[in-house]
């Protein structure tokens, strides 16, 4: 999840392809906040290592347009 800003899908589109050359990004589901100040993203991958979810955790929690990882 991240403020609704004009970039974020794309950002975690191109991270998801980074762990995921498969990724399909068609399936992406977003869910705006009651407000509208935030946006949720939910990304489905195919992992093959519990290395890969990690490292997948953790770049997309150091993102600077990423609030919250789930």
């Known amino acids: 999840m991240g403020l609704k800003?004009?970039?974020l899908v794309h950002a975690i589109?191109?991270?998801a392809k980074a762990f995921?050359?498969?990724f399909d990004?068609?399936?992406i589901e977003?869910?705006?906040s009651k407000g509208g100040?935030?946006?949720?993203?939910t990304i489905t991958i195919t992992a093959t290592s519990r290395e890969?979810?990690?490292?997948l955790y953790r770049t997309l929690s150091t993102h600077p347009m990423v609030k919250v990882v789930l």
């Open 52 to 55: 890969q979810l990690d490292e």
């Open 30 to 32: 977003l869910r705006e």
């Open 13 to 15: 589109t191109v991270i």
């Open 37 to 41: 100040k935030y946006l949720g993203v």
């Open 25 to 27: 990004a068609a399936t």
């Open 5 to 7: 800003v004009e970039g």
């Open 20 to 22: 995921d050359p498969a």
